[in-house]
C-alpha cells in the first residue's frame, strides 16, 4: 500500500511533463507539416539525379528554404481539404 503513494506522484509528475512536451511541440509548429517533410528526401535526390551534378549545401540550404516558403504559402492560401 506505501508504494500507491510513491506512484501515484510519479505518474502524476509523468503526466505533467507529457503534456508540457506536447505544449512546446504545439507552439515550436512541431505538428505543422507532416506530410512534405517525408518526401524532401526522395524529391532532393531525384533532383540531383535528374541534373546529374551534386549541389553545395548552401544551394540545398537555399533550395530547401524556397520549397518550405513556397509549400508554406500554398498551404495559407488554399483551405484544407480534409475539414
Do not use: C, Y
Not at 9 to 23: D, E, N, Q
Amino acid at each position: 500500500m506505501e508504494i500507491v503513494f510513491l506512484l501515484i506522484p510519479l505518474a502524476l509528475l509523468f503526466l505533467a511533463g507529457a503534456i508540457a512536451a506536447l505544449f512546446w511541440a504545439l507552439r515550436k509548429d512541431q505538428f505543422d507539416d507532416l506530410d512534405n517533410a517525408a518526401w524532401h528526401v526522395v524529391f532532393e535526390d531525384r533532383e540531383q539525379r535528374k541534373h546529374g551534378r551534386t549541389k553545395t549545401s548552401k544551394e540545398q540550404d537555399k533550395a530547401r528554404r524556397e520549397h518550405h516558403t513556397a509549400n508554406h504559402q500554398a498551404r495559407q492560401e488554399s483551405p484544407r481539404d480534409d475539414q
